[in-house]
């Protein structure tokens, strides 16, 4: 389910390139296209410069070019890729590199090795370069036949040209194979059909992977989550012949500095249940587990980059489907830790297991608990479909925003109205899960706001309230539309880097 072979990332000096194809950056200046490297022969490149315009080449994001080599230059095949306007210096902003060389790399799919004369001479350049070339080398043939897309592997080798010495751009290579690994693994997850992939699958997976790492993983069966009072994983689960799970996951360095608990949202398919979903909405629905894949995928790469910072990951994973044991809208559900929880609508069934999942995290007093999840159809009209929508108490909110700001993810402050948590009053239970259309995104994070420290004694979460913060991933996390930049169709894995980059400034 998770791919082993991810491209390799090679730092090289010009000279030391052996690829047989060299990208090169091309800005979008004031007065027309310009040519961003020293990677070719002066005369070739003056030359070239001056045909731009005539070859329709303008530099804006997204445009990728392939032309035959120049006389005096290495390369069979030279690439033009545009970086977009060009900053008051005549450079591109990293973000602009990155999406830059994930683009090139994503078009070149089908040739072997390639090698990117982007501009990369500080760590930070260069590292946004090779996380865009780590990020467009992907896709997903785990269920084609082999031999069946002749042409489409991704890039396998890629050469980063850079003056920085061996010393420098080592780690930096590294981090972005471990980042690029990770953001893949989440896309592999859930491009994965829920044919093969369902809560004891996706557990068996997890657990697989992390075999002789030093993450630590724990798995609740339905047995397990029965004897513990799950009873929101359970019941969401309880329509579906194949079983729910809990799964954490944990990277617990000596020493850790800070405690980060982060929540996932494991459907792995979400018809609705009773409140069965119209078939057009359930097309993309085998996504409904990207937030669980994230946290998985999070706490991998925390591990990997040794982040001193202890991490508890909590995958909340069933299959809502619908049947005769399923739930209805009206049953009633005694989350952990006590709560209960009227079922109005078995379509809001992510807050649900979120829940258990939230009080069980909470539980262990983490000095913060951030949770992802594929929430709301509501997120997609607030924000469109590259924005996640970030809600929670305010410090951790924009501690999110500003990750994701550096990152280069889209991530953007949403607020959580007082009113809208009447609107989830219940007649029968302590919550209803059903509240406010209007702004549901915002009533979905209300809800489960009530979950966060739930378990706890009210004096002491009064005392000492866990800082908070919910991602709403339910558009960003999965691409219907074309590709671009390093972002694949299908799924994009968003959320990963923003996460690893929240962490890892938590070690101070
Ligand atoms: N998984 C969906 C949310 C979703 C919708 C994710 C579209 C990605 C794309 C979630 O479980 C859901 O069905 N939410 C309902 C909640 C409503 C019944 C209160 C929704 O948004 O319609
Ligand atoms: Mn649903
Ligand atoms: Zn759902």
Redesign the pocket.
């Known amino acids: 389910m998770i791919s082993q072979e991810r491209p390799t990332l090679i730092a090289r000096s010009l000279a030391e390139v052996t690829a047989p194809a060299v990208v090169v950056g091309v800005g979008a200046g004031p007065d027309g296209p310009l040519l961003l490297t020293d990677a070719l022969p002066d005369e070739a490149a003056v030359a070239l410069e001056s045909s731009l315009e005539l070859l329709g080449v303008k530099g804006r994001p997204d445009e990728v070019h392939r032309l035959p080599g120049l006389s005096g230059s290495r390369w069979p095949l030279l690439v033009l890729v545009g970086l977009g306007d060009l900053d008051q210096d005549g450079g591109a902003d990293d973000e602009a590199l990155r999406q830059a060389s994930g683009a090139a790399v994503r078009s070149l799919a089908g040739t072997q090795s390639v090698a990117l004369a982007l501009p990369a001479d500080t760590p930070s350049r260069l590292a946004a370069v090779a996380e865009g070339a780590a990020l467009g080398a992907y896709a997903f043939t785990a269920f084609t036949s082999a031999g069946d897309t002749p042409g489409r592997a991704p890039v396998s080798t890629v050469e980063l040209v850079t003056p920085l010495p061996a010393s420098a751009s080592e780690p930096v290579l590294r981090r972005a194979a471990v980042i690029g690994d990770a953001v893949c693994a989440v896309r592999d997850l859930v491009n994965t059909p829920p044919s093969h992939l369902y809560p004891a699958s996706f557990a068996d997976a997890v657990v697989a992977d992390l075999e002789g790492t030093d993450v630590d993983v724990r798995v609740w069966d339905e047995t397990q989550l029965a004897a513990e009072g799950f009873g929101g994983i359970l019941g969401i689960g309880q329509g579906s012949s194949r079983p729910p799970r809990l799964v954490r996951v944990e990277h617990a360095p000596a020493g850790a500095r800070a405690h980060v608990a982060l929540v996932g949202k494991g459907?792995t398919f979400?018809t609705?249940g009773i409140?069965l979903?119209p078939p057009a909405?359930m097309m993309?629905?085998k996504?409904?587990m990207a937030g669980a894949a994230t946290v998985f995928a999070v706490v991998r790469a925390a591990a990997a980059l040794e982040i001193p910072v202890r991490v508890t990951g909590w995958l909340a994973m069933a299959e809502?489907m619908p049947s005769d044991t399923a739930l209805r809208p009206s049953d009633v559900l005694t989350m952990h830790g006590g709560k209960t929880v009227e079922v109005m609508?078995t379509?809001?069934?992510?807050r649900v297991v979120m829940a258990d999942a939230l009080v069980a995290a909470t539980d262990e007093r983490p000095d913060a608990v951030l949770d992802v999840a594929?929430?709301?159809?509501?997120?997609?009209v607030a924000l469109g479909v590259r924005h996640t929508g970030v809600m929670g108490d305010e410090a951790l909110r924009d501690e999110v925003v500003a990750a994701a700001g550096a990152a280069g993810e889209l991530a953007w402050p949403m607020p959580i109205p007082e009113q809208l948590r009447p609107s989830l009053d219940s007649r029968v239970a302590d919550i209803s899960?059903?509240g406010e259309?209007f702004g549901?995104m915002m009533?979905?994070a209300a809800f489960l706001r009530e979950f966060v420290d739930a378990g706890r004694p009210v004096a002491e979460r009064t005392e000492s309230p866990t800082p908070w913060a919910h991602l709403d991933i339910?558009?960003p996390?999965?691409n219907e539309s074309a590709a671009y930049g390093y972002t694949p169709r299908d799924a994009t894995g968003t959320m990963v880097r923003t996460l690893v980059g929240l962490i890892a400034g938590r070690a101070g």
Request: aromatic share 4%; glycine share 16%; hydrophobic share 30%.
């Open positions: 459907i979400d609705g409140s979903k909405s993309t629905m996504s409904d809502n609508n379509d809001a069934e992510g594929t929430l709301t159809g509501a997120q997609l899960n059903m259309r549901g009533t979905a339910a558009g996390s999965f």
